[in-house]
């Protein structure tokens, strides 16, 4: 049988539209799958390459970090899945370079650590919001010491446990996510209550129900006047430990909002998603999470499947499928720069 045609969105140049075109068949090297994509994701980042060519290493460029599909090949030493399973997996270009790395293709190479088998009773369109959101929250909760997230910036070292299948039993501990119905907020707000944290979310008023899907505890509008002074009653009402803030925005709004709550709640930690506020007082530990890292793995392997299975995790925020084919990535990206609430734009293929 004849090898399939693989082709790609491409980016030949910063602040072009992606090319749709030839690309080579990637094949899959040790702990790697090989994925014919039924779905991809848009993801900020995304755009970010596409308008300024950050992150690229080598042009043109295939980029993009979440794909579900089937598996086409698997590398000699990969054992958790075979030829055909239903996948769902992040792919690590923004580390690599490597244009076989990105998810804007018809075929594409993920590691096999960073990759789970998804249900049958879940679409890919559905599970493709997964992938680059979980590996963001485990990073932004789960490392247990700061690495290097960029140059001069480090990551945060939270060291939370991992979720659990066996119930959220209470820790004892309280974490607000800011911004808990964006496509990271809202997967922290799962993994973190699945590890039996305490969450409280910031997020836009008609998101509340959202919020409270991914299990937070309690929901305060993003634009309450008193959202600073709601979110501390909030968490002395909780009682325990405050851990501190993960802010999925990274704003100077959202910053300045989170060094007031820190200042109110006597310091903890400040988890970014973009390089913290400087001038922190001494008691906020702060970091920036890096979302591509090992410390994800345990959780690739051992819970994303069966939580999805058990409906423990849950898809969110739902996608917005704006096409079918390589071609409707342009307008997914250009949705994405529009800014979105509560959703993840999805192109399937
Ligand atoms: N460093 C890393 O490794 C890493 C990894 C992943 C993402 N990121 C970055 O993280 C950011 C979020 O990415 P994402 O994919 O999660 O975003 P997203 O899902 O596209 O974010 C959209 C959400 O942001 C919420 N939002 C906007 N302003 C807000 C505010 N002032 N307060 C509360 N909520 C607010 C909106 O909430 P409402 O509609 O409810 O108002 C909306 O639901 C991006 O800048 C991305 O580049 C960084």
Redesign the pocket.
Known sequence: MSAPKNQAAWLKKADTPLEVGDAPLPTAGPGEIVVKNAAVAI???DC?MQDMGVFVQQWPAIFGCDVAGEVYEVGSDVQRFKKGDRVIGHTINLVTGRPQDGAFALYSVVPADKAAILPEAISFTDGVVVP??LE?AV?ALSLKEPGT?MLGVSTPALALPYPSLQGAKSIGKTLVV????????SMTTQLATAAGINVIT???A??FDMSKRCSASQVIE?NDTSVVDKVVEAVKNAGGEFVGIFD????P??YANDVEILKKLGGGHLAC??PPPGDLPENVKAG????VNDVATPVWKEYVTPALQEGKLLCL?PPTVVGKGLEHINEALKI?KA????T?VVVEL
């Open positions: 993801n900020p980042l970010h680059f959101a963001a990073c997230a800011y911004g808990g119905s964006s496509s990271t907020g910031v997020t836009g008609k998101n993003r999925a925005i990274g704003t709004e959202t998603v973009h920036m999470i890096f979302a925020p994405s800014g979105v609430s509560a993840k």
